[in-house]
């Protein structure tokens, strides 16, 4: 899922001065927001698939886990940020329906927001749910007002920014007091087994099956790279303390081959 940097921003830990990481190369911010968007425009209409064939199905798995932590509910405005193509979103409207159904109340709504149109096309092409906006945007200046959205949540693209602490500031910025901040992420496994078993899989699987499924073997090295990039749980749950969100909380998922990062915006 892609989101996109506004290199007029200052730039945070991901970046340094006009740089920002693209894979294992650091590239000028602005040339990133060309180079992810090729990536995303390349890997969208086989995306739901490679995620099935990189991961097993795990990551359904995954999305269900922090579907549930978010636990959306009637009424709510809910923003899922690099939404693309609405897999997360498919999940809070069908868990806001069923709670509603349950006790009552308005009808949530669910915003996709994702940088990349041809993602976004993609998911409307599969089919939404009622409560589902689909909308193009960046994470970097998100177009949502102050204090507007009840759940924030980011989901396999938060690595994809220049600035990863100007997009969880965008996302303290919306919430409103008391307003729930997710993101789920590949991380850093805990063991030294299973690290050194995803990194021999990722490195030389996942490169190749995007070469026969997708045709694109240079947009699956770069996000096998992105991950390696991306800072590890602690540093992570660091990073959004000091965009001020409180009682931050690290899940775990496949031995930590994923993390689910939640904190509250108090």
Known sequence: ???????????????????????????????????????????????????????????????????????????????DVAGGTGDMARRYSKMARRAQERRGGDDASVIVLDYNAEMILAGVEKGGEPEMIWTVGDAMALPIPDASVDAYSIS???????????ALKEARRVLKPGGRFLCLEFSRPTAEAVRKAYDAWSFHAIPRIGGWVAKDRDSYQYLVESIRRFPDQSTFKAMIE??????VAVTNLSGGVAAIHFGWAV
């Open 156 to 166: 396999f693209g938060i690595r994809n920014v220049s600035d990863i602490a100007v």
């Open 242 to 247: 000091q965009a001020g969100f409180s009682r």
């Open 1 to 79: 899922m892609s989101a996109s940097p506004d290199s007029s921003r200052p730039r945070g830990p991901h970046s340094s001065g006009d740089t920002s990481s693209f894979g294992f190369r650091d590239v000028d911010a602005r040339e990133k927001v060309r180079m992810v968007r090729g990536v995303f425009d390349s890997v969208a209409s086989s995306y739901d698939l490679m995620n099935d064939l990189m991961s097993g199905g795990v990551h359904r798995l995954w999305k269900d886990a922090a579907a549930a932590r978010l636990n959306p509910r009637p009424g709510e405005t809910i923003l």
